[in-house]
């Protein structure tokens, strides 16, 4: 295993303890300002012109070095944290990175703290390596993603031009339970909507029950016709603009392993919705667009009896969206369903902003060089995930700017991000920081091929 240099990672660890030391939980709209000028003063020493861009939201810390007439590489990142409750579950304070055993612990020391530090250290390294780099490097980090990233598509949209790169490194990757490197090529769009519905003008005595109706049913009902048993969506045209697998991308998914022994004990399932097994089920976790139930919530659920006839019942939805499905043509065909099927009466109300789904081929020659390099360094064949089953802003990068973004780096899955106890461990600071810089090599020819 290549390491890092020792003083690089002692660089690693007291800009990352620097920046995890600032509360910026997003949700909270904590010590933004805050964090993004303490992230700006990291750039600005690896030698970029740093501004900050206001958003309807959080800035934006923008930074660039380019080289002209050479190509640019482009990072997206992101400077706010989820909030480190319950704090209780900590073994260490939340907001002192703390190292034991290895790992490196504290709220962002993995998302998305550690993987920005981790790609400002490639770089030094790079430039230690090679002298002046023979590219251009901007920079994009963003203060919101934890609550959505609202203003991301706005802000990719109107900055266009100054964020314009050839290619791009996502905010997140590192390796699978199996400790095998990840290139992940894809992100679902999702769209949230909230169903409400009111049958009489208050809650009633449940001796009502024969003639009058119950909200409670009402939505189950609404809710229940929306899907069958193994998660096919029942909306109309719903499947229609879903984007045909390619044949590259089908032996992607068949080659991906999968221990399904291991993940159904791991999440305490005797099947799989659908019964899917194996690469059914990568496929199902990649390509398929879903509907899933937040919550749904009616009545009474209190201790002991209430015979209450609930007049009001709401429910919260996500779909998970592929390309190349659009989330306002889903809320438009969502609600022609209701209408369709005699619930009228429940109201849709588009959740937070939505984002669009986006893929990037794996053959594109930028995530091949990424794939080469994973492969060299972790010295195991790289596992190409056609798409995540998660979401994230990076439809404008891919669409917008059209730059193919690579999604690798320093997590692994039991790093807890979003938990307490969110950690990174060292191996993968080295590796994962590491795979940046060979794949930057690979990609500008400056290193052996
Ligand atoms: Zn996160």
Redesign the pocket.
Known sequence: MTLLPRHLAEAFSDQLARLVAIPSVGAEGRGQAETAEAVGEQLRGLGLDVELHPTAGAPVVFAERRVPGAPTVLFYN?YD??PADPLELWDSDPFTLTERDGNLYGRGAS??KGQLVSRTIALRWLEERHGELPFGVVFAVEGE??IGSPNMTAYVREQRERLAADVGFWE?GGVDAGDRPTLVCGLKGILSVDLTLRTAAHDLHSAYGPVIQNAAYRMGAAVASLRDENGRVLIDGFYDRVRPVSDAERRHIEAAPFEDDQVKAHVGVERFLGGATGSEYQRRLQLEPTLNVNGIHAGYGGPGMKTVLPASAMAKLDFRLVPDQDPHEVFTLLRAHLDRHGFGDVRAELGEEPEWPARVDPGDPFLRHAAAALEEVYGSPTVIVVSSGGSGPLHPFVETLGVPMAMLGISYPGGR??SPNEHVRWRDVHRGTYATVRTLERWAGIGVV
């Open positions: 992101h944290v989820q998302d998305d993603e934890e997140f991000v979003h």
